[in-house]
C-alpha cells in the first residue's frame, strides 16, 4: 500500500520529512505569517500604550506603525537568518525577540529597567532555545541532519 506522503530523497540520497502543504501553501504563508503577526503585535503594542482610555486616531496610528515595522522586520529575519551559521542564527532571534518584548513592556509605563530586564530574560529562552536546536539539527556548516 502506498503511502499519501511519501519521503522524498534529495540529491545526496538521504531521506528527508514528507512536504505536507503545497508549493502555494508556503508562498501565502511567507506573506500570511508577518502579517497576522505584526497585527497582532501592533494591537497588543497600542493597547499597553492606550491603558484602558479611549481609542484614538494616534492610538489607531500607532498601533498600525507598529505592526508594519515588527511585520517588516520578522520577515526579512525570516528571509536571512537561515542562512547564518547557527550562534548567530539563534543570536538575531535573541536580539529580535528581546526587543521587541522589551518594546512591548515599555509601553504599559514600566520602568526602562524593567522592560529592558524583561527582553534579556526572555530573548535568553529564546537564544538557549533555538540554539540547542539548531546545534542538535545542523552539522557545523549548517546543513541538516535528522
Same mark, same amino acid.
Given at each position: 500500500?502506498?503511502?499519501?506522503?511519501?519521503? $522524498?530523497?534529495?540529491?545526496?540520497?538521504? *531521506? *528527508? *520529512?514528507?512536504?505536507? +502543504?503545497?508549493?502555494?501553501?508556503?508562498?501565502? &504563508?511567507?506573506?500570511?505569517?508577518?502579517?497576522?503577526?505584526?497585527?497582532?503585535?501592533?494591537?497588543?503594542?497600542?493597547?499597553?500604550?492606550?491603558? $484602558?482610555?479611549?481609542?484614538?486616531?494616534?492610538?489607531?496610528?500607532?498601533?498600525?506603525?507598529?505592526?508594519?515595522?515588527?511585520?517588516? @522586520? +520578522?520577515? &526579512?529575519?525570516?528571509?536571512?537568518?537561515?542562512?547564518?551559521?547557527?550562534? @548567530?542564527?539563534?543570536?538575531?532571534?535573541?536580539?529580535?525577540?528581546?526587543?521587541?518584548?522589551? +518594546?512591548?513592556? $515599555?509601553? $504599559?509605563?514600566?520602568?526602562?529597567?524593567?522592560?529592558?530586564?524583561?527582553?534579556?530574560?526572555?530573548? &535568553?529562552?529564546?537564544?538557549?532555545?533555538? +540554539?540547542?536546536?539548531?546545534?542538535?539539527?545542523?552539522?557545523?556548516?549548517?546543513?541538516?541532519?535528522?
Amino acid at each position: 500500500m502506498a503511502h499519501a506522503a511519501p519521503a $522524498s530523497r534529495e540529491v545526496t540520497g538521504r *531521506r *528527508r *520529512r514528507p512536504d505536507v +502543504f503545497s508549493a502555494r501553501t508556503h508562498a501565502a &504563508a511567507k506573506v500570511a505569517l508577518p502579517v497576522v503577526l505584526g497585527l497582532v503585535y501592533g494591537y497588543w503594542a497600542a493597547a499597553n500604550r492606550r491603558d $484602558s482610555g479611549p481609542i484614538t486616531g494616534w492610538n489607531l496610528l500607532f498601533g498600525f506603525l507598529t505592526a508594519l515595522v515588527f511585520a517588516v @522586520l +520578522f520577515a &526579512a529575519l525570516w528571509k536571512v537568518a537561515p542562512r547564518l551559521k547557527r550562534e @548567530l542564527h539563534a543570536l538575531v532571534w535573541f536580539v529580535f525577540t528581546g526587543c521587541a518584548v522589551g +518594546f512591548l513592556v $515599555s509601553q $504599559s509605563d514600566e520602568s526602562v529597567l524593567e522592560s529592558a530586564g524583561l527582553g534579556v530574560v526572555v530573548g &535568553a529562552g529564546v537564544l538557549v532555545t533555538l +540554539f540547542y536546536r539548531y546545534y542538535t539539527h545542523e552539522d557545523a556548516a549548517g546543513h541538516r541532519v535528522d
